[in-house]
């Protein structure tokens, strides 16, 4: 099996891109491995759970919380895991967040290694060791830093993910591209959703690039350059509009990457809003929304980002490019009254 390895300061993990499920023998003993997954993971792909200890945890973000983190505590409890188990999480974000936290946790650290099965998991929340729960209101408040063991890539896994979550996840990819890498903003620009979910090659190929990219993020914010920022790219008035109406986080991201564009221009002179756009409504993502701002700038009132009467906005200065901006409120209620 062909092995990637991500260094970190605090550990490495091994990613196999190319991966099949039935390879995870060979990196976790079935004998002393615990598995993790959700109810439509398994419901879907039962079989691949056959031979292996595994718990299905209720899906979905309303279960990324504390409660969920004690119920399996004591599952793993009466399975009897101790320092030498494996604990294996195989689902999307919520799995992930929720399998890397326990694993930090239980006894103080087991273990851990994901299969991916969202496209969003695969080239963003598997990687990075960040791991979490919500409280309240607040997303993934509590939680940990700790670099899985392994990440194994089964891409045939995806053939059962409902297009809101393919789109998800292609929102998480342009946002890679605009701040990252121009040459594969280009690259989608010539492709679509219905080519990649048909093309296995082109799909792996993409997501180990993704991965990559935000390893490299990851890994140089280990040297304190402030690049994780980017990462939030899209996501300041994404969230608040997560929050306040029915979106999915791909449509609010993709709202949120325009929203930030538009204030690009003002700060930064980025002439490719359109571009933009473009490549967003390409692969099924809104880019256009009538909301209430005051609402939103409420919510954005109490980001985490604020600096008293400003926030840390990640802007382009051009596709592949991305910088951090602080805008007061003022400014930003001007500004974005102009776009609505
Ligand atoms: N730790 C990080 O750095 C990081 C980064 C980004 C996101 N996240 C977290 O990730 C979560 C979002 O991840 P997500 O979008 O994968 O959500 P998710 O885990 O809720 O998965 C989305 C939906 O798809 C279902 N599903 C998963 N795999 C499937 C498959 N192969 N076939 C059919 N259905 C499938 C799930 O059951 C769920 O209903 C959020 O909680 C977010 O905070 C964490
Ligand atoms: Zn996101």
């Not at 121009?182 to 993409?206: H, I, N, V, W």
């Not at 997560?242 to 993709?254: F, K, P, R, V």
Request: hydrophobic fraction near 40%; charge should be positive; aromatic fraction near 10%.
């Amino acid at each position: 099996m062909k092995k990637t390895r991500f260094l970190f300061s605090s550990g490495s993990t091994d990613c196999y891109f190319n991966g099949a499920f039935t390879q995870l023998k060979r990196i976790a003993d079935p004998a002393n491995t615990i598995v993790v997954t959700d109810q439509n993971v398994y419901r879907h792909h039962r079989s691949i759970f056959a031979g292996w200890n595994t718990i299905v945890l209720r899906a979905g973000e309303e279960y990324k919380v504390q409660a969920t983190v004690d119920a399996l505590i004591e599952q793993l409890v009466s399975l009897k895991a101790d320092r030498t188990t494996t604990l294996v999480g195989v689902g999307g974000g919520v799995i992930t967040d929720l399998v890397g936290y326990t694993a930090a946790i239980y006894m103080r650290g087991l273990r851990v290694g994901f299969v991916p099965t969202t496209l969003l998991a695969m080239v963003d929340a598997a990687i990075g060791g960040k791991n979490g729960v919500d409280v309240g209101v607040y997303k993934n408040l509590a939680g940990t830093i700790r670099q899985p063991a392994f990440l194994l890539y089964d891409i045939s896994l995806l053939s059962t993910l409902p297009t809101v979550e393919w789109q998800n996840g292609f929102a998480e990819i342009i946002k890679h591209a605009a701040i990252l890498d121009a040459s594969l903003f280009g690259t989608l620009e010539k492709r679509s959703l219905p080519f990649y979910q048909k093309d296995r090659a082109a799909l792996t190929a993409l997501i180990a690039r993704n991965a990559r990219l935000k390893y490299k993020v990851v890994r140089s914010d280990e040297q304190e350059t402030g690049n994780r920022k980017w990462l939030n790219f899209g996501h300041t008035m994404g969230h608040a509009l997560e929050n306040q109406y029915q979106l999915s986080h791909g449509q609010a991201i993709s709202l949120g990457m325009m929203t930030a564009a538009a204030l690009s221009y003002h700060y930064q002179g980025f002439t490719e809003s359109a571009r933009l756009e473009e490549l967003l409504a390409l692969y099924g993502l809104p880019t256009r929304a009538h909301y209430n701002l005051k609402k939103a700038l409420s919510v954005l009132r109490m980001d985490k980002k604020r600096q008293a009467d400003r926030i840390l906005y990640v802007l382009l200065q051009k596709i592949g490019k991305a910088t951090v901006h602080p805008i007061r409120f003022g400014q930003l209620e001007k500004q974005l009254g102009k776009q609505l």
